[in-house]
């Protein structure tokens, strides 16, 4: 059964970095393709980077050439390594496979970016 579990979040200054974790617990992730998607408080879901099983990414346009999506199949984790981070990307972040599977919404990890 798949778990998924996203870490890694905080509050930083515009401009700042972080880098989020995704961790399944169910050591299926390594046959998915995966996403990050972050969510506003009343905004929609949105997808903001993906990776195939064999490593092909594909960023949204909001955050192509800031952010990297990178997958580590020996520890069944999933990363978003996040640098100038702007006011816009406050969000709660959450992984999921791609397409997004109903039933593998975690609890997200919080970013908050301000000055």
């Known amino acids: 059964q798949v778990q998924l579990v996203e870490s890694g979040g905080g509050l930083v200054q515009p401009g700042g970095s972080l880098r989020l974790s995704c961790a399944d617990t169910?050591?299926?992730?390594?046959?998915?393709?995966m996403g990050w998607y972050r969510q506003d408080p009343g905004q929609q879901r949105e997808l903001v980077a993906t990776?195939?099983?064999?490593?092909?990414?594909h960023y949204a346009r909001s955050v192509k050439g800031r952010f990297t999506i990178s997958r580590d199949n020996a520890k069944n984790t999933v990363y978003l390594q996040m640098t100038n981070l702007q006011l816009e990307d406050t969000a709660v972040y959450y992984c999921?496979?791609?397409?997004?599977?109903?039933?593998?919404w975690g609890k997200g990890t919080l970013v908050t970016v301000s000055s």
């Open positions: 999921n496979t791609h397409p997004a599977a109903v039933d593998y």
């Open positions: 990776i195939t099983s064999g490593g092909s990414t």
């Open positions: 169910g050591r299926l992730l390594n046959i998915y393709a």
